[in-house]
């Protein structure tokens, strides 16, 4: 039995969760975001196995236009995904070609190459900022219709309850809240530009959201923003 939990989060957006441990130890979740946007197209964030299951889901949305890689760490899936659906626009990060092995992959766009204020055709449904000054490169993305953040890296909600759900066995044991110290810590640690940091956590505060879909751990579905400001009150205060 598969175990992924598809849900959709609020109207047009879906998510595929499943469980996913850093180094097979620490249970992080794992977690794919597809939104359909208003033109009828599919956009999806491709952090997670394509199933049969996710694959159904996604085409019942729509026609996939953009596959996103969110940032220089969550790649293993995109060659399945380009496979399935080669007539889509492949967005990612320039970090991530240093890091993959298969260049059988095709970038149509790639943020920390591409001129800053370059548009990939989905800008009218969903805004993005690439943190310049993160080390995984993150992109942070706001789907302005459902008020919704999802991004990969940026921001951690663990325990990861839902990605773990279909494990009767095996429970989730790792916490890392937005509000804690230890995240806050975290973050600092992941900061190679203090400067960049501040322009872009402050950038994604000023964003009118509500919610965040994070790629590890629970969906934080109420006072988005105030978790965001609470975890990145060193860039932002």
């Known amino acids: 039995m598969s175990g992924t939990v598809i849900r959709e989060i609020v109207q047009d957006v879906w998510t595929f969760s499943r469980p996913f441990a850093i180094y097979g130890i620490l249970p992080m979740g794992g977690r794919?975001?597809?939104?359909k946007l208003s033109d009828g197209g599919v956009w999806v964030l491709a952090s997670t196995p394509l199933t049969?299951?996710?694959?159904?889901?996604?085409?019942?949305?729509?026609?996939?236009?953009?596959?996103?890689n969110a940032d220089s760490?969550?790649?293993?899936?995109?060659?399945?995904?380009?496979?399935?659906y080669p007539d889509a626009k492949l967005i990612g990060v320039a970090e991530t070609l240093k890091r993959m092995n298969n260049s059988s992959v095709r970038f149509d766009g790639l943020w920390g190459r591409d001129p800053p204020d370059t548009e990939y055709g989905?800008?009218?449904?969903?805004?993005?900022c690439y943190f310049s000054g993160f080390?995984?490169?993150?992109?942070?993305?706001?789907?302005?219709a459902s008020k919704s953040l999802i991004e990969a890296d940026l921001l951690f909600n663990l325990p990861a309850k839902e990605q773990y759900s279909k494990c009767s066995s095996w429970l989730p044991w790792a916490t890392l809240k937005p509000s804690s110290w230890a995240h806050q810590k975290?973050?600092?640690?992941?900061?190679?530009?203090?400067?960049?940091?501040?322009r872009d956590a402050r950038k994604v505060a000023s964003?009118?959201?509500?919610?965040?879909i994070p790629c590890h751990g629970d969906v934080i579905e109420h006072d988005g923003n105030?978790?965001?400001?609470?975890?990145?009150k060193f860039f932002i205060d």
């Open 32 to 35: 794919s975001t597809a939104i």
């Open 52 to 68: 049969p299951e996710t694959k159904s889901k996604i085409d019942e949305l729509g026609r996939v236009k953009y596959i996103v």
């Open 73 to 84: 760490v969550h790649y293993l899936y995109l060659a399945e995904f380009q496979r399935a």
């Open 122 to 128: 989905f800008e009218n449904d969903i805004k993005h």
């Open 135 to 144: 080390r995984n490169k993150d992109v942070a993305f706001l789907h302005v």
């Open 186 to 198: 975290v973050l600092q640690g992941l900061a190679t530009d203090k400067e960049a940091m501040k």
């Open 207 to 212: 964003w009118d959201f509500d919610r965040i």
């Open 226 to 232: 105030k978790a965001w400001r609470e975890a990145y």
